[in-house]
């Protein structure tokens, strides 16, 4: 059974830095993909960045690929997503999600219960 944990959210002022985790564990991650989505209030969830767990290949969301940053650490089974100069508008809930492709992101079942980012003005 697949099982997400996320953790390394908070509250942090606007300029800020923070770094999100993500602990997988039940299966073998090998030829996936697994990434960070966000859901502020009144908005649909977006895909933040993804990497390819073998390739290593990521992708971000065009708007914030200049202060977010994802890695992924194959020994601990942990997707990492760096994110600096933190702005009021990244404040939502941001969850882990595991996948077949990044081109696929966001369609399967295996997410992360989620963790809130808050960045105060």
């Known amino acids: 059974q697949v099982q997400l944990v996320e953790s390394g959210g908070g509250l942090v002022q606007a300029g800020g830095s923070l770094r999100l985790s993500c602990a997988a564990s039940?299966?073998?991650?090998?030829?996936?993909?697994m990434g960070w989505f966000r859901q502020a209030p009144g908005k649909e969830r977006e895909l933040v960045a993804a990497?390819?767990?073998?390739?290593?290949?990521?992708y971000y969301a065009k708007s914030l690929k200049a202060r977010f940053t994802i890695s992924r650490d194959i020994a601990k089974n942990t997707v990492y997503l760096q994110m600096d100069s933190l702005k009021p508008e990244d404040t939502a809930v941001y969850y882990c999600?595991?996948?077949?492709?990044?081109?696929?992101?966001?369609?399967?079942?295996?997410w992360g219960q989620g963790t809130q980012v808050t960045v105060s003005s």
């Open positions: 039940g299966r073998t991650f090998s030829g996936y993909a």
């Open positions: 999600n595991l996948d077949r492709s990044i081109t696929n992101m966001g369609r399967s079942d295996y």
């Open positions: 990497v390819g767990w073998n390739t290593g290949m990521t």
